[in-house]
C-alpha cells in the first residue's frame, strides 16, 4: 500500500510487505522512545487527536508518539461535543476538524463510524478503535510484540505457536490478530475459551484456509503446553447484555505462575491488550506473574508507541527524515 | 483601537479599520495554515484556553490557531474545575489562571462573565463565546468569509445583498454579524424567520438607522431571489423553554438543492456558522447540498482558523515578526 | 536527597537543605516565567500531567511550568479512563502510562495512591495530591512565598511568627507547612480554629519537640496582633460528613480590611492556599483586601510555577543547563 496520505482504517488493508515496512520504521524509533536521540521532524505538525469515546491509554500514547517526533497534539476526550448532541453528522464534523490538523486520530464508539469520518476528512485518519470493529494499531503492536520476543530466539513469526484464551467472541484484539497472522506462513493457533464465547467460525475458517492450524479448546491447562505465545484476554464486559451475563465467564481462565510452570514450556511468553481485570473476580493474569521476564504485557504498550511512531512517520512521509532532525537528548531520562 | 495587549471581548470594540487590519493579517496566515510554510514566532509563548462551557470545535481551532504560530496550549474543558464550585469568584479564577500563560480564550455560559474575567486578567482574553451574548471571533470569521467570497467575484462588502435564515431571534452569530455590517455601506439585508423568532428590533433599527435596507419576511423561497450570500442558522434549541416549543420551528426553513435551483440566483454563496443539524426534523442546509461549490461552510470553519492566528498575532504584537521566523515544511500534507 | 530521577511525593522527604536547593533553582526560574527570556532545555521531553481527580489550577500550573521549560505535555482529566474501572490495578497503570513520559505529575483521590503509583513507574513522579493526604508541590510553594514575602523585608524564615486561621483539623496544606517549618529555627505559630477544627495534637507536639512556640485559640482578633503572615484556609466541604455539619463553621473566622486594620502588624502578610470561598456565606478572605499590597494569595499562585519548574528541573537534572538553552521572547507579554 501507499501509505503517503493514507488513511488507516482497517487491518485489512495491510498486506505482509505493509507490515513489514510500518515494523521497520518502528525499530527506527526505538532510540527516540527511549530518549536516546531527540527528532523533530514533525515540528509545526498538529495531530487532531479526536477520542469520542474514552481511552485514556491509548489517547496517551497516540499523543505521546506524536510528540516524540516533534508534533503538537490537539484533543477531545469523550462526547463533550455538543456539536453531535445538536444533530450535526460525521460527514460535517469530518470537513471541519480535518482543516485544522496534519493528521487525524479517531476513537468513536459507533463500528464503522471511524471509516465513515475518513471518508470525509481532509487529511489522514488513523482508526484509534470504532466499538466492536476495529483497532487496527493494537492489532499491528500485537504482531510487533510478538515478532520482536521472537527475535530475540532466533525465531519468526513464520511458524508461530499461539494460544489466545478468554472472550475469543467479542475480542476485538484478537480477531484482528487472527486476521493479521493470515499473511504469515504455517502459523498453529489454539483458540481457549468457554464454548459460548468461542472465535468466531468464520475467522477460524479463515484461518485455516489460509493453511494455518486451528485447534478449539476449553481446557486451559492443556493447551499451554507447547506454546511460544499465551495471549490472554479479557471478559468484553460492555458487550455483554448484563453484567450477570458477563459474571458467568470471568474468572474461567486465570493465568498465574504456579500454572505458568505446571503446564508453559519454559519461556513462553505471556501477552494481553490490557487493561487486565486485577480484581479478585477476573484475575485473568496475576499479579504473582508481574516477576516472570516473560510477561510481555508492558513491552506490549512500549511498543505500541514505537508502532504509532510508525504510523505517523509513514501516512506524513517523513520516516527518511526522522534521522536528519535528531538532536541529544538534554535531560536525565530514568526508566527504571 | 490598539490591539497590542487588548482584551477581544465584544465586536463593539471595532472600528471597520479595525477589521480590516484583522483581515490583512489573516491574509498573511494563509501560507501557514495551509502548511505551505511554518512559522515558530510564538515558541514558549502558552495560550490558556479556558473552555468553562464544551465546545470542541471553537476550542480545537483556537488550540490550532496558537500550535500553527508556534506556541503551546494548555487547556480545560468544562466545569470540571472544582474552584469555581468552591465557591471562587472569576476574580480570583482570572488572577490565577493568568499568571501561568501569556493570552487566555475563554468560553463561559453566563453572559457577561467573559468580560468580567478579562477585567480582573493579568493577560489578554479573547472572547471564545460567553453564553448567548457574545463570540466575537465567530463573527469575524463570518465577515471575513464574506469579504472572502465576495473578493472572488471582484467584490466589496460594501453593497452586500445578505438573506439571514432561522432563528434570528436567538441566534449570537447573526446578531452579532449584524453589528460588524454597520460599519460597511449600503448592505441589504433580508431577515427570513417564523415572526416569532425575528431579528430584535434593536438592531434593525441599528441597521436602518446606520443607511442599510432590511427586509423583514417569513417567506423563504421570495426572499432568495437575488442575494449574494444566504446564511442559514440553527434553531437554539437550549435557549427555549422547552423542547416542544423548539420543535415547532425546526425545519421550517429548508435550504436543499432543489430550493437552491429554483430561487436562488447563480453563484448565491451559503454560509451558516455551523454546527448545522442534520436529522430529517430540522435538515437546515440538506446534504444534497455538499457538493454545490458555493456551499462555503467549511471554508466559513477553515476562515476561523486565520482569524483566530490573527488576533492571536496582534494582541502579543507579533504581526511583523511571523515571516521572519518561516520555515519550511517537513512532512507530506494531504488536504483533500 | 539526590533529586536525579527521584519521586517526589512527601515533604517528608525534604531536609532542609533540599528546600533550599528547590528555591534557589526557583528563584532561577523567574526570569523564564516572567517572560523575560524563554528556555528550550526539555525541547522533546515528554510530562504525563494524570489528574485522576479534577483541579484544573493544580493541573495546569504543573503544566505550564513544564512548558516553560519547552518541553510537551500529555494530559487526562478525571476518571475518564475506563481501565481503572474495568479493575486495572495501580500498579498496571503505572508500568504503562511510564512508559510514555519522561516525568510524571500525579493527582488521585486516595490517600497514598500516589506513593503506590510512584513505585511502580519507571519515571519520576511528582505527587500533584492524594486526596486527604499529601500536596508536597503546595508546601513548598507556600513556603517560598513566606521566604520571599520576608526577605523583602530583611527577614528569614529562622524566627518566622504565623498564625494558621481556619479549618486546621483537614487542611492539608497547613499540616504539610507545620512539617516545612520544623526543619527551621524558632518558629512561632498560633493555631487559630474552632476547638473542634483545632490542628491535630500530633503536629503540634512535633512543632513543640522541634523547639517551636505553639499557641492554640479560637480568637481570631486576639492572634492577629504580632504576626508576619496570617494564613487562613478554606472550610474543607468535602471533608465533612455533611454539608450541614460544613456549614456550622463556614464564615467563623472572616478577615477583612476592617479586621486587618484594627487587629493586624502593618504588613502582616496574608496568605491562602485558594481557591477561597467568595460567597456571602464563608467568606474567609472578603475581596475588599483585593486592594491590599500584603495580599500575596496570588503571589503564592505564581509562585507555584517557579517551584514546579524547579521540581522538574531538578528530577529531570537541567537545572545547570536551563540557562545555556535560553532565548529572546518574540512576543509582547502583558503582566498587568
Known amino acids: 500500500m501507499d501509505f503517503k496520505g493514507a488513511n488507516i482504517v482497517s487491518i485489512g488493508q495491510f498486506q505482509r510487505e505493509d507490515i513489514e515496512r510500518v515494523f521497520a520504521v518502528a525499530d527506527q524509533m526505538e532510540p527516540y522512545a527511549l530518549r536516546q536521540k531527540v527528532t523533530r521532524v514533525l515540528e509545526g505538525a498538529i495531530l487532531g487527536n479526536m477520542f469520542f469515546e474514552p481511552s485514556t491509554r491509548t489517547r496517551v500514547s497516540f ?138 467460525e468464520g475467522i477460524v475458517d479463515q484461518l485455516r484456509a489460509a493453511g494455518h492450524a486451528v485447534v478449539v479448546s476449553d481446557d486451559l491447562a492443556a493447551s499451554l503446553g507447547d506454546q511460544d505465545i499465551a495471549y490472554a484476554t479479557r471478559i468484553q464486559e460492555e458487550r455483554f447484555s448484563s453484567q450477570e451475563e458477563a459474571d458467568l465467564y470471568r474468572g474461567r481462565f486465570r493465568l498465574n505462575q504456579a500454572v505458568y510452570t505446571q503446564f508453559c514450556k519454559p519461556n513462553t511468553v505471556i501477552m494481553h491488550p490490557l487493561p487486565r481485570d486485577s480484581r479478585e473476580s477476573a484475575n485473568e493474569l496475576d499479579n504473582d506473574l508481574n516477576q516472570n521476564p516473560n510477561l510481555a504485557i508492558f513491552r506490549q504498550a512500549d511498543n505500541g508507541v514505537l508502532v504509532r511512531m510508525a504510523l505517523f512517520a509513514l501516512v506524513l512521509d517523513v520516516a527518511d527524515q526522522v534521522d536528519k532532525h535528531a538532536r541529544p537528548v538534554n535531560w536525565y531520562h530514568r526508566r527504571g
Chains 1, 2, 3 share one sequence.
Request: aromatic share 6%; net charge negative; proline share 5%.
Open 63 to 200: 499523543g505521546c508518539a506524536f510528540n516524540l517526533l516533534g508534533g503538537e497534539v490537539r484533543e477531545t476526550t469523550g462526547f463533550e461535543s455538543s456539536a453531535i448532541a445538536k444533530g450535526e453528522s460525521l460527514y460535517d464534523t469530518a470537513r471541519v476538524l480535518s482543516g485544522y490538523s496534519d493528521v487525524i486520530c479517531m476513537r468513536h464508539p459507533e463500528a464503522g463510524s471511524v471509516g465513515e469520518f475518513a471518508a470525509a476528512s481532509r487529511v489522514p485518519v488513523i482508526n484509534g478503535g470504532d466499538g466492536p470493529n476495529e483497532h487496527p494499531s493494537q492489532a499491528l503492536l500485537d504482531l510487533y510484540t510478538i515478532k520482536k520476543e521472537l527475535a530475540a530466539k532466533q525465531r519468526s513469526i513464520d511458524g508461530l505457536r499461539i494460544a489466545m484464551i478468554g472472550d475469543l467472541k467479542h475480542g476485538r484484539t484478537v480477531h484482528s490478530l487472527c486476521k493479521l497472522l493470515m499473511l504469515f506462513s504455517n502459523v498453529q493457533l489454539t483458540m481457549v475459551s468457554p464454548p459460548e464465547l468461542a472465535m468466531p
